[in-house]
């Protein structure tokens, strides 16, 4: 059974730090670029951050440049996502997703995205 599951996510106030976990399994996650997608409330889901299959790429989007990392260890199937400086408009579910494609930039669109997981919940507030 191919899955990707989510964790790390919960309150936390501005200006701090969450790790989220993507853990794979069923497949082998060499072979496909990660992303994280986030969802925020009352807005349509958006790309935040790519690596590809074996690191060498990785983007961000403008508005978690310098305070977002993404990270993977194919070894443990595991794609990581290390937030810092975080604000209240971080708020939202993340997604972390797979996919076979490489593309321009690293993230490829929703609907090439191959694999997704259930989400985890971020919130940023005092």
């Known amino acids: 059974q191919l899955q990707l599951v989510e964790s790390g996510g919960g309150l936390v106030q501005p200006g701090g730090s969450l790790r989220l976990s993507c853990a794979a399994s069923?497949?082998?996650?060499?072979?496909?670029?990660m992303s994280w997608f986030r969802r925020a409330p009352g807005k349509e889901r958006e790309g935040v951050s790519c690596?590809?299959?074996?690191?060498?790429?990785?983007s961000h989007a403008d508005s978690v440049k310098g305070r977002f990392t993404v990270s993977r260890d194919n070894a443990k199937k595991m794609v990581y996502l290390q937030m810092d400086s975080l604000r209240p408009e971080d708020t939202g579910v993340y997604y972390c997703?797979?996919?076979?494609?490489?593309?321009?930039?690293?993230?490829?669109?929703?609907?090439?995205?191959?694999?997704w997981g259930q989400g985890t919940q971020v919130t940023v507030s005092s």
């Open positions: 690596i590809s299959s074996n690191g060498g790429r990785i």
């Open positions: 997703a797979a996919t076979e494609y490489v593309c321009a930039g690293c993230l490829c669109p929703e609907a090439e995205q191959h694999y």
């Open positions: 069923g497949f082998t996650l060499d072979y496909y670029a």
